[in-house]
């Protein structure tokens, strides 16, 4: 496993599931890692999980929807850690309904989260990276912004949107050592997923060659990877994670 020794890491969505996942798996590489998210009782998990690992981790109250937090936990990292080397825009959420029924705040809400809130955090923490001369952005996108998915125009379209965006990101940044890529998981086992029933679960996994959903610790090695200097001459990417549901 290659070292993040000396990187700065910062995960939004990390107080749960894939999120999580990525800053144990960073915190463990041997980055420090900034976790963000809302809840920051969960945060104070994760922080321990990481220490008791042999890490170094800090938390950090974000809301990716609200321009202001974004700002403002941005400006907090660096001043706590000096520098963010690599960032994770995990964060994101659902509001599934089919299109007739969907209403415009369903849409914005969860363009807002998704990628919105990317495009912020990333301008904000971009000029640290380009001091640095060094930089990894991952996005968290998802097998639906590659295929669709009926019931999910609106979360499609954000991760979609993200994929585009990191595209965009790979070609700004290349000339200043920085890398942008996506991973895009299938059905991977999280408290987003829970929510299926039994038929739904059934349904899916015979659209899966590996014939199991994947977990949190599935995304969270692809990210760790992204991250490392074994990644270097890998930008605009997007890396499924899917156990070939989508190929």
Request: hydrophobic fraction near 45%.
């Amino acid at each position: 496993m290659a070292s993040l020794e000396g990187r700065i890491v910062l995960v939004t969505g990390a107080s749960q599931g894939i999120g999580r996942a990525c800053a144990v798996a960073l915190g463990r590489a041997g980055a420090s890692v900034a976790v963000a998210a809302r809840n920051e009782s969960k945060l104070s998990e994760v922080v321990a999980e990481i220490a008791t690992a042999g890490g170094n981790a800090k938390a950090f109250a974000l809301d990716v929807a609200n321009e202001e937090s974004i700002k403002a936990t941005a400006k907090a990292v660096v001043e706590h850690f000096g520098s963010v080397h690599i960032l994770v825009n995990n964060a994101g959420i659902t509001k599934d309904t089919l299109l007739l029924r969907m209403k415009r705040a369903d849409w914005d809400d969860v363009m807002t989260t998704n990628l919105t809130g990317a495009f912020l955090l990333t301008q904000a923490l971009i000029s640290s990276m380009m001091k640095a001369r060094w930089g990894r952005i991952i996005n968290v996108s998802s097998i639906v912004g590659e295929t669709g998915q009926a019931g999910q125009a609106n979360y499609a379209a954000s991760k979609a949107g993200l994929i585009g965006f990191t595209k965009s990101l790979a070609r700004e940044l290349a000339s200043r050592n920085i890398t942008a890529n996506a991973v895009a998981p299938g059905y991977i086992e999280t408290a987003m997923t829970a929510v299926l029933d039994e038929k739904q679960r059934t349904a899916m996994l015979t659209q899966i060659p590996l014939n199991r959903p994947g977990t949190d610790e599935d995304v969270a090695h692809a990210v760790r990877f992204l991250a490392s200097d074994e990644a270097a001459y890998i930008t605009g990417h997007v890396l499924d994670v899917n156990g070939g549901m989508y190929m």
